[in-house]
Structures are given as structure tokens and as C-alpha cells.
């Protein structure tokens, strides 16, 4: 009975996401990236699909220690106005590197930082904008994460900070989160839930942002993974 009240509260939640990505949302925060990778040569990949879009994620271990990341995040909306259907799309693209050191059997702790580019809908609530409708934007954060890892399971604790600009201003965000990834090895299935709180007041923001994402997807591990004894 648990698993279908779970799968009831993830429809309702995308749902409500859909329903707020109607309002006038600038930015919507990717699913976090938390590779967890173990030795050098560990590389994966990530697709995911929910309230941010439809996703592509990789990481490698360039040595026992660093990482590098690539992510990837497309969305589409479709909308009517003036009887005219409309497509508003978002694109993103950034790349982080990384530290990783493990302090038991299964955990790691891991610490990511990097930037990306992308394009939003030029959506701002208070201001009058008279530019395009697209508009580029930036964004940099830093990722520490925990977490816990053995065979069959992966579950890590993510903080991100995020300094987003978007047209005429910037905003910082507190982005907490979860990723787990369920299977054997080098397939799993894979579950995100993240918050995204900005630390400016409402009031005094020009543009609004999705305060929770949700995703579900699949996780590949091709590269060397050393099993310790």
C-alpha cells in the first residue's frame, strides 16, 4: 500500500508543478547532479524527466579525488495566447568540478563547484520589460553533499547555493535536496526531490522561481568502479 500512496503524492506534486510553471517563472533549478564517484575512471550518466524538463547528466573521476560534471536540462511548455499556440522553451547547460573523499566503508563526503549558461522566458512581474522574449541567463553554485553508497544503493544529502542572474537582477538561492539511486550495480533507478528558497525578500524580486523540483530517471555506470574488500 506504501508504494502507490508514493506514486499518488509524486503525480499530485508534478502536477502542482505544472500548474505553477503556468505563472510567470523565470527560473526552474535543475536536478541536482551527486555522482558519489568512488576511484578514478568511475564515469555515469543521468537521464531524468519531471518539473524541470527532461534531463541529461554525466560525471567521470579524473583521479581518486576530483571530479568533473556536465549537465543538461531542456523544457517545454506549450500555451495559448490569442488563439495562437505559443511554445515556451528553457535551455541550460553548465559544467562543475569537484572533490570527493570517502571517510568510512559507505560514505563519501563530495564538494562541487562550477557555472552555466542558458536561455529563459522573459518573464519578469515587476517591471515593464520591452526586450525579447527569450533571455540569457547565468548561473554559479557550490554543491557540498553526504553521502551513502554500497552495491545496490546510493543516497546523498545536497546543499547548493546558487547565484542566479536573469536579466536586470540577481538572486541567491538555498537549494537543499535528495537524490537516491536504486539497482544493481551499474543500473538503477534514480529519485530526486529538491527545494530551491531564495534569500531575497519577494517583494523585492523582479522574477519568480519554481520552489521545489522533483524528477525521476535512470542511472548508468560505465566506467571502472574498484570494489574494496
Request: glycine share 10%; proline share 4%.
Amino acid at each position: 500500500m506504501a508504494f502507490p500512496k508514493m506514486l499518488s503524492g509524486l503525480i499530485r506534486l508534478v502536477a502542482l508543478a505544472l500548474i505553477l510553471q503556468a505563472c510567470k517563472i523565470a527560473y526552474i533549478p535543475n536536478t541536482f547532479n551527486s555522482p558519489l564517484l568512488r576511484n578514478k575512471g568511475d564515469a555515469q550518466l543521468n537521464i531524468w524527466a519531471g518539473s524541470a524538463g527532461i534531463e541529461a547528466q554525466t560525471a567521470v573521476a579524473v583521479t581518486n579525488s576530483i571530479g568533473l560534471m556536465v549537465n543538461g536540462q531542456l523544457q517545454q511548455n506549450k500555451k495559448t495566447e490569442n488563439d495562437v499556440e505559443v511554445t515556451e522553451q528553457r535551455k541550460y547547460v553548465e559544467g562543475a568540478i569537484g572533490y570527493t573523499e570517502r571517510f568510512s566503508d559507505m560514505g563519501i563526503f563530495e564538494f562541487y563547484a562550477g557555472g552555466g549558461v542558458g536561455q529563459v522566458p522573459a518573464k519578469f512581474r515587476s517591471i515593464t520589460w520591452d526586450g525579447p522574449q527569450t533571455i540569457a541567463y547565468n548561473r554559479w553554485f557550490i554543491q557540498p553533499a553526504l553521502g551513502f553508497c554500497n552495491d545496490w544503493l546510493d543516497f546523498s544529502v545536497v546543499s547548493r547555493l546558487s547565484l542566479v542572474d536573469i536579466g536586470p537582477q540577481k538572486n541567491w538561492f538555498y537549494e537543499p535536496g535528495i537524490v537516491g539511486k536504486i539497482g544493481y550495480k551499474r543500473l538503477r533507478f534514480v529519485g530526486c526531490f529538491g527545494l530551491s528558497i531564495p534569500l531575497r525578500e519577494h517583494d523585492k524580486r523582479y522574477w519568480d522561481n519554481l520552489p521545489f523540483t522533483i524528477s525521476i530517471g535512470l542511472h548508468l555506470n560505465f566506467g571502472k568502479r574498484i570494489v574494496e574488500n
